[in-house]
Every structure is written in structure tokens, then in C-alpha cells.
């Protein structure tokens, strides 16, 4: 399939053409998607179907890694009313962070922003918690996998969280 056919596909009004296309763009291990796929799937972060907007952020940014899907993630992180959704956009943000340096600024305050009460539900807030933690290294793999079992045991720093959302008062 050309890169022209993918985004048609991508463009459908049908959210089952479109979920086809978005697995075909995270199935692909051979070749990471071109920029106007990229643009195509980034646009789906905000389609009205929560099982699109899923499927288009762990395609091309949990799956893929594409880094200028950062922006869009921080927005998502601060509106999606979805946990499906919400938890695919923490693990996408935790992993642009490990894996592109230069996007520690953007996606570390929002992590932490979304780790903070009041932001989104507590098991979501404690898995933005151990995603920011991780990127300061200061969380472990074992620690992250504990969270995802038992989140209830996870203790959040409030302190740190407001420091690094810019928040903490001086």
C-alpha cells in the first residue's frame, strides 16, 4: 500500500476502515511511516471515537516513538475524558521521554501535571506518576510493572509533582 492509499484510508468516515488502516500503520516493522501518514495519524488523536484516538496514538506513538506526536499527547493528556484512551497517551508520553531527551521539558511537567489530584482518575494518576518518575530515573522497570498490578500501594510525591509541573510554590 503507497503512502497516498494509507492516508485515504486514514481519511474514511468509517471508524472501521480507519481502525483497519491505524493496524496496518502499527503492524509495519520495516519502514517507520512517512511524514503525511504521520500528519494523517497525529489528526486522529482527536477523532470523536475513543477506540480511534487508542488505536492512532499506539500506532504512531507508542509503536513508532514519532516524536512530533509530543505536542498532541500533552493536549490529549490535559482533555481526553477516556481511561482507554488516557492510559495508551501516559505510556506514549513516558516512552517519547526515554527515548527523545529533547522532549524531557514537555513531557515531564505534563506527566506530572496529570499525576496530580483532581487531573484524572487514580489509577491513571499514579501510572503518570511512575512514567514521570522513570524519566528522571528515578523509577525502575520493577517499579513500573508494581503499579500496573497494585496501583493502590503506589505513594505519590506531591511535592516533586508540583516542582516539576511548575507548580510548587516558592
Known sequence: MTDDDMVRWLSQDDPDLVLSALAEV???????????????????????????????????????????????LVSMLAGEQDDYVLEVVIRALGRLGREHSDLLSVVGPALARGALPG?????????????????????????RVAVALDPASTILDEAWLRQLAGLAKD
Not at 36 to 62: G, N, S, T, Y
Open 26 to 72: 502499527g503492524a509495519q516493522r520495516e519502514r517507520e511511516p512517512s511524514e503525511e501518514v504521520v500528519r494523517a495519524c497525529v489528526e486522529l488523536f482527536f477523532h470523536d471515537d475513543p477506540d480511534v484516538r487508542h488505536d492512532a496514538v499506539a500506532a504512531i506513538a507508542l509503536h513508532w516513538g514519532v516524536r512530533d506526536s509530543a505536542g498532541a
Open 119 to 143: 487531573s484524572i482518575p487514580e489509577n491513571l494518576r499514579k501510572l503518570a506518576y511512575v512514567e514521570a518518575l522513570s524519566l528522571y530515573e528515578r523509577a525502575d522497570v520493577a517499579s
